[in-house]
């Protein structure tokens, strides 16, 4: 966790545009109760917040945390921002509880079952999240870290998925392959 709190302290990762993938997955959707899970900085948060959405922010870092709070005061909007350590069980997320999940750039397989149980029947999920590159040298990385080809898509099959691609992020500021997601579930889903 030093590491993070360092980098954000740095300025990385600190950009305040908000994933394109985001921007594409809420446009038409109703706020409602949102959760960012491993929120970083606060760039997703703080957009859905300026759209009326009641948001839920997550990171185990105290410095990204507190970067969140800073900008939620800046531009006016309330973010409910948790220092929580997800690996460690620190936030255990609610059945049913939201209507927009988004996860970005961070893999904890085990949350995949809290995530399809959190969301409400119609509720979205958005998730861009590296993948494995067959291409890239992977050596020194550790491939918990990186999601395997279609496994996100196998995640959430049956739901009813708007996008999905592998490949090049729309994200500028992420360079490795990656697979992005928006998934709706469906009224009927469990």
Not at 141 to 146: D, I, M, Q, R
Not at 158 to 183: S, V
Request: proline share 4%; aromatic share 8%; glycine share 8%.
């Amino acid at each position: 966790m030093a590491d993070w709190n360092e980098r954000y302290r740095r300025g990385e990762h600190a950009t305040i545009e908000p994933s394109q993938l985001l921007v594409q997955a809420v446009d038409g959707l109703a706020p409602g109760q949102a959760l960012d899970l491993a929120c970083g900085a606060g760039r997703q948060a703080i957009f859905l917040a300026e759209r009326g959405w009641k948001v839920t922010a997550l990171d185990a870092s105290p410095v990204g945390i507190e970067l969140v709070n800073g900008s939620a005061h800046e531009r006016g909007v309330e973010v409910d921002a948790r220092v929580a350590d997800l690996e460690q069980g620190q936030f255990v997320i609610t059945p049913n509880a939201y209507d927009l999940i988004c996860v970005f750039y961070y893999l904890q397989r085990n949350l995949f079952p809290q995530i399809r149980a959190g969301l409400r029947p119609g509720g979205t999920v958005v998730a861009a999240i590296h993948t494995v590159d067959q291409d890239a040298d992977e050596k020194g990385k550790n491939p918990a870290f990186f999601l395997m080809q279609g496994e996100l898509c196998a995640e959430f099959q049956g739901w009813e998925i708007t996008h999905y691609t592998e490949g090049q992020p729309q994200d500028a500021a992420h360079r490795r392959r990656t697979a992005e997601l928006i998934a709706r579930r469906r009224n009927n889903e469990k």
